[in-house]
Nanobody
Framework: QVQLVESGGGLAQPGGSLRLSCVAS????????MNWYRQAPGKERELVAK????????TYADSVKGRFTISRDNNKNTVYLQMNSLKPEDTAVYYC????????WGQGTQVTVSS
């Protein structure tokens, strides 16, 4: 079955950096686009970044453009989210996602940006 396992969240200071990882299994990772979403308390889940199967194209939410970078390693079945210049408003649970007929989600990893 499809499994997505996120890691790398934690506490960061404003202006700091974190790198999230998502290890995928149970499907053919290299042919699927992958996404990172986030959900802040009291807010709807929002798309943060997406990457095509080959990594040749990426898309970002306006709120993270220029600060976050999505990448993938198809040999390791892993997608990453490098987050730089973090802001308090980036505080959220971050989820890895893939759409294969249905939406599949990881368990999420908490990112807290606070001084």
């Amino acid at each position: 079955q499809v499994q997505l396992v996120e890691s790398g969240g934690g506490l960061a200071q404003p202006g700091g950096s974190l790198r999230l990882s998502c290890v995928a299994s149970g499907f053919l990772f290299r042919i699927n686009d992958m996404n990172w979403y986030r959900q802040a308390p009291g807010k709807e889940r929002e798309l943060v970044a997406k990457i095509t199967s080959t990594g040749g194209s990426t898309t970002y939410a306006d709120s993270v453009k220029g600060r976050f970078t999505i990448s993938r390693d198809n040999n390791k079945n892993t997608v990453y989210l490098q987050m730089n210049s973090l802001k308090p408003e980036d505080t959220a649970v971050y989820y890895c996602n893939v759409l294969i007929w249905n939406d599949y989600w990881g368990q999420g990893t908490q990112v807290t940006v606070s001084s």
